[in-house]
């Protein structure tokens, strides 16, 4: 891994880890026009782990099965944060913003109140994999000016512990590395770790915070729970529960991501989510006038 910074740390300790709730496969669907991907968190499950509204999950080293891309689209209301394990996805938006993300880069959007984007390959073979993530924003920042940054592999913070597991930490904090993003109210938690076989891991998580992981390679276990490849395990929010600790009989890879709930009304249509169903009908007229991101309506 390159990355920001690179060092040592130990371990933090974790006296109570949380356990499994429950374990997701997740929903084989198309997005964009034509990308095959694994919905992993899907609408079902937006209010038990909120403040995150959506997971996909995407990989395939077949061309056809991503070569269409995301054409121009709309959002409004949240931040959507998309992680590139390997490819070239370029983004290119009605603020004005463009970027290239590529193999460990990280693109986070604030979407706020309006922004009209693309996110279209450039490539034509080989594989493409990572993830989306949708983060919900709190009532007060849904109609707040759109933001967009790219982070380019080397731009995210990595570390090593003295077990020989490999951090990357996007967003929050882990064993005192600062990630790449902070949030405040929501204060995500997003990181990916990389087992070596036989390896543990303990990550520190506030009580109040909703989590979970999601396996990509190999098979992680949580207490006597097994999280096999590509399926997402809810960690249970015991109140006595400081972290959570994974190990790995065979080397793995796991993203974690936590969040501190924002317990506020969940009004979705499409790629719109806002807190009532007025603030729905405003935001698709809106689109349909063409002036999404202008400052308008609340």
Not at 177 to 197: F, H, K, N, S
Not at 229 to 241: F, G, R, T, V, Y
Not at 283 to 290: I, Q
């Amino acid at each position: 891994m390159t990355s920001a910074t690179t060092n040592k740390v130990a371990s933090d300790s974790v006296h109570q880890g949380r356990g499994v709730e429950r374990i997701i496969h997740g929903q084989a669907v198309m997005d964009g026009a034509g990308v095959k991907i694994n919905r992993v968190l899907t609408q079902a499950l937006q209010r038990r782990l909120d403040p995150f509204l959506m997971l996909d999950a995407f990989g395939s080293d077949k061309a056809n099965d991503y070569i269409a891309g995301f054409p121009s689209h709309p959002h409004r209301g949240f931040e959507t944060v998309s992680y590139m394990l390997e490819g070239r996805m370029r983004h290119k938006d009605s603020a004005g913003n463009e970027g290239l993300l590529t193999s460990g880069g990280v693109q986070w959007m604030t979407a706020g109140r309006g922004v009209i984007h693309s996110e279209m390959p450039e490539q034509e073979a080989g594989v493409m994999e990572g993830f989306q993530l949708w983060l919900n924003l709190p009532a007060r920042d849904k109609m707040r000016a759109p933001w967009y940054r790219d982070f380019n592999g080397a731009d995210v913070p990595v570390f090593t512990t003295d077990a020989g597991v490999g951090v990357r930490v996007i967003a929050g904090a882990s064993h005192g590395v600062v990630g790449a993003v902070q949030r405040e109210v929501t204060e995500p938690i997003y990181i990916d770790i990389d087992l070596p076989a036989g390896a543990t891991f303990k990550q520190q998580l506030p009580p109040g915070h909703n989590a979970f992981i999601y396996t990509y390679r190999g098979a992680v276990s949580v207490g006597d729970k097994s999280v096999p490849e590509k399926s997402m395990a809810i960690l249970a929010n015991a109140a006595d529960a400081d972290g959570v600790t994974l190990h790995a009989a065979q080397a793995s890879r796991v993203i974690l991501i936590a969040g501190a709930p924002l317990n506020e009304p969940i009004v979705q249509y499409g790629p719109f989510v806002m807190n009532t169903q007025a603030e729905i009908v405003q935001a698709v007229e809106d689109f349909r006038a063409g002036k999404l991101g202008e400052e308008a309506h609340r």
